[in-house]
């Protein structure tokens, strides 16, 4: 007596569902064919995919990032603390492995760069749309920083939308005055599209928060929250300037930015500052 194996996918089979009409179900969701044809290295060098790669990576994790702070900001607004947390939590997880994608580039050493430095051109990582989108979300605002998405109009409007609206720390902001805490009217008030700048108030603020503990648990707690997402975005910002540091030293950097020199100004500023200093009074 012969066996007529199962059709793929008929009941009682082991083997999964191999015959689609067209793409398949993966296929359609991930749209991974279009993420694994949006490389063209424009070197010669091997070294080039993997640079080129990551940086890639790296826009995709600026994209969930943003969408999770933009989650928790709106949350914020309408005082929904707890889903704001969660997408703070996730996105320090993101940040995280945002964080190790500079594994793969942290040891390039000068002569591995320079094989395929030239292919960047004019293009350095300060020109990122997304990750400008995240810096404004942090409060760190600028609106020179548009300028050079003037020939995108869908890129610039976006950013300029951004560039208005409270970052997710102005909406922390808000919801301790909410609370009947004490924060200052000129910095509930403030021009939304500069950068915010630490507040003695604030500070004091924070101090009371802490120190009051037991009246204000779901606020420390979303205090700690914004502390581990300020630590890794620090880490990112030193893990940034280590890996340039390494393959480049003290050179311009590409785009005509100051390079090692700029990056060490960024890494010594801290997002959400008053979270910090506080801390010293408490």
Do not use: C
Not at 124 to 131: D, K, N, R, V, W
Not at 244 to 273: C, D, I, Q, Y
């Amino acid at each position: 007596m012969t066996h007529t194996p199962e059709a793929p996918g008929s009941e009682g089979s082991d083997t999964p569902n191999l015959d689609f009409a067209g793409t398949t179900p993966y296929e359609d969701y991930v749209q991974a064919d279009v993420l694994t044809h949006l490389q063209h290295p424009l070197s010669d060098d091997p070294g080039e995919m993997v640079f080129l790669v990551t940086t890639q990576v790296m826009e995709l994790w600026f994209t969930v990032i943003v969408h999770e702070w933009e989650t928790a900001a709106g949350a914020l607004r309408q005082d929904d603390i707890p889903v704001a947390l969660d997408a703070l939590r996730r996105s320090t997880r993101e940040l995280e492995a945002l964080n190790a994608s500079w594994k793969p580039l942290a040891n390039l050493t000068p002569a591995q760069f320079n094989s395929y430095r030239s292919a960047l051109g004019d293009g350095s990582g300060f020109q990122s749309a997304m990750y400008r989108r995240l810096e404004f979300l942090l409060g760190d605002k600028s609106a020179s920083m548009l300028v050079p998405h003037r020939g995108a109009p869908r890129v610039h409007a976006e950013l300029e939308k951004a560039l208005h609206e409270p970052s997710v720390y102005d909406e922390v902001l808000r919801l301790l005055a909410r609370r009947g805490l004490p924060v200052p009217r000129e910095v509930l008030e403030r021009d939304l599209s500069t950068k915010y700048e630490p507040s003695p108030e604030v500070e004091a603020v924070w101090t009371q928060v802490y120190t009051q503990g037991d009246h204000h648990s779901e606020l420390v707690v979303l205090g700690e929250a914004l502390t581990d997402v300020g630590e890794l975005v620090w880490r990112w910002r030193n893990d940034h300037l280590v890996a340039t540091r390494r393959a480049m030293g003290s050179k311009v950097g590409t785009g005509g930015s100051a390079g090692v020199a700029w990056l060490e100004k960024r890494a010594r500023k801290n997002v959400f500052p008053e979270l910090w200093t506080a801390r010293s009074h408490v």
